[in-house]
């Protein structure tokens, strides 16, 4: 099954002329695991999903997503985390926004402003969660992986949360005040 | 050349071996405490008790390489990034599942008193009735009056914090001071009091976490990363607790990495002399000697290594004349409950990581309740507020969401249940006749399945939690079932039950073998029903207990 969806991805990064993110799989055996071999991420596709995740969470009174280096944490989590199947969601998904914003804007992603990057991605959100299928799925893997990797990095836990690393207390009902910050685990 | 005799041996370093370990050597004697895996110290061995959330590559998810090599493991909360040392491995550990059967196990000093939930309750009198009341298996050889003292002597020590509610199903014990319930958890135990008339209570967990220092151990930090082991000694482990005051004695040898392959059994005296040991590390065979021995090897395991003695005089092993040796496996079936929000309270909030949720003791099949099953459940749970995980699909990505997802959201509630499982003669376990793990032992063979008991019990162990969480005004309330594999309830019971009769029984009401009264086994292989409770405290006081009998039968010359 996974040779399948190599295969597939293979076909997919081929037609869109090979200067897509994963067209450096390797296509060499079959990876007992159920996760394609040798998905690579270039520094331009990191760069790509740092763009991505700074839109979703952006740099404010704290920083971003891009502060915390959301675009490495992506490629780690798909790379280690997904199966081949997600993978290919993934990878495809990302090819089909880096092309769908270019047909919308008449530029690429990362030519366009934090607006447009905002707005372009939240109607792809907006789309999914209309969609009976949550289709297109990659918006929904982006914002999962964005909030996770932000909200528990070290910038998202300490400066935009409250982490107390040891309470020493538990106070079972405290006031709580519009504005006050969730404590992060 | 060690020394290879002594007064007894311990089988199995986790919560029933490490009472044993105590109680013996404070008692003057000399102890040799065998562990099958790698030695733990505490607080320097608990690599990951203060990393960081930030330093956890996966951030507590699980890759696909760990899915992979786990097949067993990922079948619950269990397969960890944090902890994966301390959950044995399939792949040198293997057994087979006649029925599917989830068996977790950890093997190590400490064993799963590293890693479990700490919720500790009392058994009651309609427990240890109910057998005989009913006609199910054998009566259970003791009643509450003869542990209830146990009970409070380990609670003391091991340090339980909980309220004292006055519910016969629930006795109360030796308790520190209780942790509180948050303002949404104290109003829906009221309500569910009131709407109930008093008859269903919700109660604060009753667990091993201290909140009065005891001894070496600084009081909990509510932190709740319990299962990564505590650099405060916060919650009852072996490490933390029953080990340093055994080895204070300077009566303990503990020695890690030691398979007891089997008891060595005599003939002439039906006593066993010791145990044989299989190092893990060197495949070395080694003999030592004791007087007295303790299986708290757990359940299975210390089933096991019965099964694998005086096969010359019964070819399954030493306590299958009962006929019950391997039989009557039991567990807590569970998985299923239900959910809902609460409205309000958003100017509530609460602070620190509180390591226990609310309890619900069993009200079914009591107090003139009667159902078309037997026995009943209980229920754990928690209220909290949603954080930066949940849900928010109508905000908008950018400051929007960053900002909604940085304040705490709605509240919400769920309850679990946790049901008794009968003690069925067909539900067993054996060593496989062919297949053997890496050091040359035959392999467990689990064949084990819940009935219509449980079955019928299971539709009331989710309605009836929709139903309180309703009665106490919440809002969308589901139900759900997330399935039951048995052993999943990490309570696993039975295989060698105490008895009144050594026909039908393995061990007698002071956990001795009937066929070698020198062996007691107090982990709960021992178990005559499984009540609703969870079991660890109950395998603590029968393991006090037996220790206090086994040498005062030492001292008179009877072992």
Not at chain 1, 92 to 120: C, P, V, W
Not at chain 2, 333 to 362: C, K, S, V
Not at chain 2, 446 to 454: F, L, P, V, Y
Request: charged share 25%.
């Amino acid at each position: 099954m996974a040779m399948n969806r190599r295969d597939a991805l293979k076909s997919f990064a081929l037609m869109m002329g090979g200067t897509m993110v994963g067209a450096n799989v390797l296509f060499t055996g079959c990876a007992p695991e159920d996760q394609i071999e040798g998905l690579e991420f270039e520094p331009k596709d990191i760069a790509f999903l740092d763009e991505i995740g700074e839109s979703i969470i952006p740099a404010t009174d704290t920083p971003g997503a891009k502060a915390v280096g959301i675009g490495n944490f992506m490629v780690m989590m798909v790379t280690e985390t997904y199966n081949s199947e997600q993978q290919e969601i993934f990878v495809s998904g990302l090819n089909m926004i880096r092309k769908d914003f270019k047909d919308i804007h008449d530029k690429d992603f990362m030519d366009g402003t934090q607006e447009e990057r905002t707005a372009y991605l939240n109607d792809l959100n907006q789309k999914a969660m209309k969609s009976e299928d949550q289709e297109p799925k990659v918006i929904g893997m982006i914002k999962d992986l964005t909030v996770l990797g932000y909200f528990t990095s070290e910038i998202g836990a300490t400066q935009q949360l409250r982490y107390v690393e040891t309470p020493g207390r538990y106070d079972a009902c405290i006031p709580y005040q519009e504005g006050d910050k969730v404590f992060a685990i | 050349m060690a020394n290879q005799d002594y007064d007894a041996i311990v089988v199995g370093s986790g919560i029933s071996g490490g009472w044993a370990a105590k109680e013996l050597a404070e008692k003057g004697l000399k102890v040799l405490l065998l562990e099958r895996g790698q030695d733990v110290e505490h607080v320097k061995d608990y690599k990951n008790a203060t990393t960081a959330p930030w330093e956890v590559p996966h951030r507590g998810r699980r890759t696909i390489e760990m899915l992979e090599n786990h097949p067993n493991l990922r079948r619950d909360y269990v397969l960890n990034e944090l902890n994966l040392d301390w959950w044995a491995h399939e792949a040198d550990s293997p057994y087979i599942e006649k029925k599917p059967f989830t068996w977790f196990r950890g093997y190590q000093v400490g064993g799963r008193s590293l890693l479990w939930g700490r919720q500790s309750y009392r058994l009651a009198d309609v427990d240890f009735e109910a057998n005989l009341k009913q006609d199910i298996a054998v009566d259970w050889p003791i009643r509450y009056k003869e542990i209830a003292p146990w009970y409070s002597y380990v609670e003391k020590f091991a340090g339980i914090s909980g309220s004292k509610d006055g519910i016969p199903i629930l006795p109360d014990g030796e308790f520190q001071p209780p942790m509180p319930l948050n303002c949404v958890e104290k109003d829906v135990a009221e309500r569910i009091k009131k709407h109930f008339g008093g008859k269903r209570h919700m109660t604060i967990g009753r667990v091993a976490n201290i909140t009065e220092a005891l001894p070496g151990r600084t009081k909990c930090q509510f932190r709740n990363k319990c299962s990564l082991g505590c650099p405060f000694g916060g919650y009852f482990s072996s490490q933390a607790s029953t080990l340093p005051a055994a080895l204070a004695t300077g009566n303990l040898t503990l020695r890690p990495w030691s398979i007891v392959t089997r008891l060595i059994y005599d003939r002439d005296t039906q006593k066993a002399t010791g145990v044989e040991v299989l190092d893990a590390e060197t495949n070395e065979t080694v003999e030592y000697n004791s007087k007295i021995v303790f299986l708290c090897a757990s359940a299975f395991n210390s089933t096991a290594i019965l099964m694998r003695t005086a096969t010359e005089i019964w070819p399954d092993g030493l306590g299958s004349s009962s006929g019950e040796l391997g039989h009557n496996v039991m567990d807590h079936h569970f998985r299923l409950g239900a959910n809902g929000t609460m409205e309000g309270y958003e100017d509530q909030y609460y602070f620190g990581r509180r390591p226990t949720g609310i309890y619900i003791p069993r009200f079914r099949n009591i107090d003139g309740d009667k159902r078309d099953y037997i026995r009943g459940f209980g229920y754990q749970g928690a209220a909290s507020r949603s954080g930066w995980s949940r849900n928010v699909a109508e905000i908008n990505f950018g400051a929007p969401l960053k900002e909604a997802l940085s304040e705490p959201g709605p509240w919400s509630m769920g309850v679990t249940a946790f049901g008794e499982i009968l003690p069925y003669h067909e539900n067993t376990i054996k060593l496989s006749a062919t297949e053997k793990d890496k050091w040359g032992v035959s392999i467990l063979e689990m064949n084990a399945e819940i009935k219509d008991n449980e079955k019928k019990m299971r539709v009331d162990m989710m309605n009836d939690a929709a139903e309180m969480l309703e009665a106490a005004g919440m809002k969308n309330v589901n139900t759900y079932d997330g399935g039951y594999t048995f052993g999943q309830g990490i309570h696993e019971m039975g295989t060698a039950r105490m008895g009144r009769d050594p026909k039908t029984s393995i061990l007698n009401g002071n956990n001795q073998v009937w066929d070698a009264k020198n062996v007691f086994v107090t982990d709960g292989a021992c178990m005559t029903s499984a009540a609703a409770q969870n079991p660890s405290l109950t395998y603590m006081a029968l393991t006090a207990r037996a220790a206090n009998f086994a040498v005062e039968e030492l001292k008179k010359g009877n072992l």
